[in-house]
């Protein structure tokens, strides 16, 4: 089955940066053919749509981290990546990455970005 590893997230200083990469494994196909999300979830609240690119390179940002995160994918490597730049506090939270397909979603496993001094 289609598994999603995350990178580690970590502790990051307000205003610094940090880029989380996903990796695709066991592709069905192709990993160009997934549209690929990126989800973040603080303890209590909602999970949110951070952001998206599909397998043509198109993508979608929450207004949230608009001018400061970038997602981007390499399909030589089955990875997206998320940078994410001038961290803030309410950045702190579980990152998760999605996979899409037709009616298939597979999400990774999860990692925590902490954002404080």
């Known amino acids: 089955q289609v598994q999603l590893v995350e990178s580690w997230g970590g502790l990051v200083q307000p205003g610094g940066a940090l880029r989380l990469s996903c990796v695709v494994s066991?592709?069905?196909?192709?990993?160009?053919?997934?549209?690929m999300c990126w989800y973040r979830q603080a303890p209590g609240n909602q999970r949110e749509l951070v952001a998206t690119?599909?397998?043509?390179?198109?993508?979608n940002y929450a207004d949230s981290v608009k001018g400061r995160f970038t997602v981007s994918r390499d399909n030589a490597k089955n990875t997206v990546y998320l940078q994410m730049n001038t961290l803030k506090a309410e950045g702190t939270a579980v990152y998760y990455c999605?996979?899409?397909?037709?009616?298939?979603?597979?999400w990774g496993q999860g990692t925590l970005v902490t954002v404080s001094s």
């Open positions: 999605k996979a899409s397909w037709q009616y298939l979603e597979v």
């Open positions: 066991r592709n069905i196909f192709s990993f160009s053919i997934y549209t």
């Open positions: 690119i599909t397998g043509g390179g198109s993508t």
